[in-house]
């Protein structure tokens, strides 16, 4: 990207490119053979209003010895500041030696003579054949314009034999030199084939419009007065009827060796080119006068570079502003570079990646995942819980029919356990030791209920594990995956820490699990109600149950778990209130059943034993209620307020509907019957402390220790605090070698792009 009123000059070997370079900046360069241009040499005229004309020469290295590009571009002196043209040349050569010898100490070649040049060491193995490093030539006098040129080596012929892959170098040197936005000045000796003249293909192959090439037609004296055919075909070509160009071509004719050794000044070629083309045919009557002579040609140059920049700068300076802010936009998508001490910014690393776990684990449902997915776990062990409730059915299974008296029905529709009916009951409270306290069977039978919690707890805390792990696995790749070597070390670290929280739940959840085993509660008034509630619900079923099969509400009598006209027995006492069996006695079988839980100690403190405080009476299913099936609501309605009224007329007044239950004699399976609710309203107590407990418990001792034990344990493992640790967290933070280099590239494009942008600024303000 050109952004300077610069002209490219290129052209075969011998086709008088060095002459046209001489013709243009006033000075002479190196011509014998071995000595054409060997690297790209830019000129810088600038027209100055003193009589003091000087000549600088820097030295732009922008390429490495394998040719790819430096991060940083610089430009160096070479030697002292010029003041006679004559000295220009020797300097040059001086400058091209130095060029191609990159190995070389400057200073050795400044002060080397013409036969030294060409020896050892300044010609080697070592030496380049060709150089894409520029030499810089800045002129300025009165009689020079403003405008800068580069003049390119030759495009074949240079090297004997042509080798392809020197020959291959120069095209490319010449390609990336004419590409943009640059006037391409094409040197054509015109004792040549136009034809033939591969330079002109290629500004033809990359400014195919024409817009900006000038062809420069050279050796017109060498056409000798028999060449009427070649003079008449040049002719055509400068006035535009052979191979056109928009800017058209001139000629200029140079001095020859024998006036160049005569030192000839440039006052004088140029009177005696304006001569030559006055005075011989066809140029002299040509009516394109102004396409002869170099004072013509520069002339136009300076005015087509003008008109070219003003046309082209705002693309251009457009076009510079896109390219910096995709080269930002690149260079942000990559890490930041590390500044500073490694340990400082590694202790910074750990802590931003401790505060994103801390986050999500304390600040509630609004910040990821992560309590989410712990509450949605929370609620499946609920669920899996509640399904362990105890499947009682308050019914008589057949043993020799393999049904049940009615229908069976489940109370619980949550509890998936097998059915545990009346006579299932029976059978376990006479297996009991009555020696033994009667709560036992709620001892015997509450961890047969309890069997698949140890696995529900751990699919519960399994299932929350993952989501922990997933959340820290995506954390570390988030912050460390720039860092692979730190990464690995971390994910180890991280997984160490995560077993050892698990497995210290894991001792407290233990317990926890084993203790639930074992029937304790000191919240009796809720145990109360809630065996009050499913004594009634039993009773209710079993009520339907009845009504179903056309039986009055509890007229049953049994016989070994079988229907029988015999009197009712229990295996409680008979009496509503404690009675602490002695050493020898056994508990009565006969009168109603009591609770128990009722049969406990009187003593709150006790560690296995609790009262539930005096229950009101059993809720007894209604005896209008249990035949609402087969009476209609209103006609059921109309029944129970008649009785209500009949009851009120004989002085019985403050009864209700609820109270017709009493009327029904106890059930012959009412011991039965408590001992479930008992049991049912005991494993809602414990299912409700697990669900609750057991979710804390990880949340707390699993869940929150992880996250408040990052950080701490984190640092002892990386020694953070050691001598060392400058050293080691700098092994750590190695980066991906692709990402260095990448980010290497953008930096020295950016620098680039943005010494163009301001080139341009303050170019555009000086047009």
């Known amino acids: 990207m050109q952004c300077s009123k610069r002209t490219t000059v290129i052209g075969n070997q011998s086709a008088g490119k060095s002459s046209v370079v001489e013709a243009i900046s006033g000075i002479t360069v190196p011509r014998d053979a071995g000595t054409c241009t060997r690297c790209p040499m830019e000129c810088r005229l600038a027209y100055t209003a003193t009589e003091k004309w000087s000549c600088s020469i820097y030295i732009r290295r922008e390429y490495d010895a394998s040719g790819n590009v430096l991060d940083k571009v610089t430009e160096t002196t070479f030697g002292a500041v010029i003041t006679k043209k004559e000295d220009v040349e020797l300097a040059l050569r001086r400058a091209q030696v130095t060029v191609l010898n990159p190995h070389l100490d400057p200073l050795t070649i400044l002060n080397a003579s013409v036969e030294e040049l060409t020896q050892s060491p300044f010609v080697s193995k070592r030496t380049s054949p060709f150089s894409r490093d520029t030499i810089c030539i800045e002129l300025e006098g009165p009689e020079l314009t403003d405008l800068s040129f580069v003049d390119l080596p030759v495009v074949r012929g240079l090297i004997q034999n042509d080798e392809p892959e020197t020959i291959k170098l120069v095209e490319e040197m010449v390609v990336s030199h004419i590409r943009g936005n640059c006037l391409i000045l094409v040197a054509l000796p015109m004792t040549d084939d136009i034809e033939n003249q591969k330079a002109l293909r290629l500004a033809r192959q990359e400014d195919p419009d024409g817009m900006r090439t000038i062809g420069v037609m050279t050796k017109p004296d060498m056409l000798t007065s028999g060449s009427t055919k070649a003079r008449e075909i040049w002719l055509d070509v400068i006035e535009g009827r052979r191979h056109p160009l928009v800017h058209g071509y001139y000629c200029t004719r140079q001095p020859d060796d024998v006036e160049r050794a005569d030192n000839i000044t440039p006052e004088t070629a140029r009177a005696a080119e304006a001569k030559f083309f006055s005075s011989t045919t066809p140029w002299s009557t040509s009516k394109y006068e102004n396409r002869f002579g170099t004072d013509h040609l520069i002339s136009s140059l300076s005015k087509l570079l003008v008109g070219i920049i003003n046309d082209t700068l705002p693309r251009i300076m457009a076009e510079a502003a896109s390219k910096l802010e995709h080269c930002n936009q690149e260079l942000a998508a990559l890490p930041r570079e590390i500044e500073g001490d490694p340990a400082n910014y590694m202790l910074k690393l750990l802590t931003s990646f401790c505060d994103d776990i801390h986050r999500p684990v304390h600040n509630g449902l609004d910040v990821n995942q992560l309590v989410h997915l712990n509450t949605e776990t929370f609620k499946e062990l609920k669920i899996a819980i509640r399904k362990s409730a105890p499947n009682f059915i308050p019914e008589v299974f ?205 003593d709150p403190s006790g560690a296995f034993f609790f009262r539930v405080p005096p229950q009101q009476p059993s809720e007894v299913p209604n005896p209008f209620t249990t035949t609402s099936k087969k009476t209609s609501e209103d006609e059921q309605k109309r029944h129970i307020n008649n009785a209500l009224a009949a009851l009120a007329a004989l002085g019985y007044r403050g009864i209700t509907e609820a109270d017709f239950g009493k009327m029904i004699p106890p059930d012959e399976y009412e011991t039965e019957i408590q001992v479930m609710a008992e049991i049912r309203g005991y494993f809602q107590i414990t299912y409700k402390r697990v669900i609750d407990t057991i979710p804390s418990l990880i949340d707390l001792l699993f869940v929150r220790a992880i996250a408040d034990d990052m950080q701490p344990s984190l640092i002892t493992q990386f020694s953070l605090g050691t001598v060392d640790a400058k050293e080691r967290c700098a092994m750590y933070l190695a980066e991906n070698p692709m990402v260095v280099v990448k980010r290497k590239e953008l930096t020295v494009r950016k620098e680039r792009l943005e010494e163009v942008k301001h080139a341009l600024h303050a170019f555009g303000l000086s047009t």
Not at 423 to 431: E, G, P, V, Y
Not at 482 to 492: A, D, F
Not at 509 to 535: C, F, M, R
């Open 398 to 602: 057949h043993n020799d029919t393999g049904t049940s008296s009615a229908s069976s029905v489940k109370v619980d529709k949550l509890a998936e356990g097998p059915p545990f009916y009346l006579n299932d009951m029976l059978k376990h409270i006479q297996r009991l030791d009555f020696r033994l306290p009667t709560h036992y069977s709620l001892i015997d039978l509450i961890p047969k209920f309890q069997a698949s919690w140890e696995s529900a707890v751990e699919t519960c805390f399994t299932a929350v594990r993952k989501h922990v792990q997933d959340m820290l696995e995506h954390q570390i790749r988030h912050t460390f995956h720039r860092y692979e070597h730190l990464e690995g070390h971390v994910r180890i670290f991280v997984s160490e820490i995560v077993q050892r929280h698990f497995e210290t739940c894991n001792t407290i959840i233990g317990p926890v699990l084993q203790a639930e085993a074992t029937p304790l509660t000191q919240n009796t008034h809720y145990l109360a109600d809630l065996t009050a509630k499913w004594s009634s619900t039993y009773k209710a079923k079993r009520s339907d149950t009845d009504e179903q099969n056309g039986l009055p509400p509890f007229k049953k009598q049994r016989t070994n778990g079988h229907i029988s006209a015999s009197a009712p027995k229990t295996v409680f006492p008979s009496t509503d209130t404690f009675i602490p069996p002695s050493n020898n006695s056994i508990p009565s079988t006969s009168g109603s059943a009591t609770s128990f839980v009722n049969s406990m100690s009187d």
